[in-house]
C-alpha cells in the first residue's frame, strides 16, 4: 500500500506523542495523504514495553487516539484538533520495540462539532496489529491552549520530507 505524501504535520514541545523536547515521549512525526489521511512515523524505546519487546498496550491506543485525532487537520487545518470522546481498540497482534512503526488514521463521519475516524498500527511487514475507532470533539487550538502555545509551541514538523510512504 502506498500513501503519497502532500505535507508535514505540526508538532509541538512538550506533547507526549510529537514533542521534540519530551525526553519520555514518542517523537512521532506525522504527515498529510493524498487522500487526506495521517499517518504517524514512530520508533517506540524499549521503555515502553510491558513485556520484554513487546509495547504497552496503552502506548498503541495512545498513538493511535492521536493519529486519529490529527486527521480533522487536514480538513479545517492546522489550528483543528479532535479532543478524544471515545476510543475503542482492538489488539491483533504484539507490537514490538525498537523497530519503525506506521500508524494511520482516518475521518469516517463529520457531523460538524463531532467527528469519528478509525485507524490503525502496521507492523514492518504490513500486518496491522492494532486498530481503533473513535468519536471526537473538534475543537480549535484556542479553544484548548492560550496564544502563546500556538506562537512558541506548535510548529511545522522537523521531521524529513517524504515523496510517500509504503506500508
Known sequence: ??????????IS???FVCGIQNTIGLKAKFYVSHRDETI???TPRGELQSYPGIMHG???ATILDETIGRAIMNRYG????????????KYKKPVPT??????????TKDRGRIFEGDGEIY?????IAVS?????????????????????????SDAQDLEKIEI
Open 13 to 15: 514541545k512538550c506533547c
Open 1 to 10: 500500500m502506498e500513501f503519497k505524501i502532500k505535507e508535514k504535520q505540526n
Open 78 to 89: 492546522e489550528n483543528s484538533f479532535g479532543v478524544t470522546i471515545e476510543l475503542n481498540v
Open 40 to 42: 504517524a512515523l514512530f
Open 123 to 127: 507492523l514492518p511487514d504490513g500486518t
Open 58 to 60: 496503552g502506548i498503541s
Open 132 to 156: 481503533a475507532s473513535g468519536k471526537y470533539l473538534k475543537r480549535d487550538l484556542k479553544q484548548i491552549s492560550d496564544v502563546e502555545f500556538t506562537q512558541e509551541e506548535w510548529f511545522k
Open 98 to 107: 525498537d523497530v519503525e512503526l506506521k500508524v494511520v488514521g482516518r475521518i
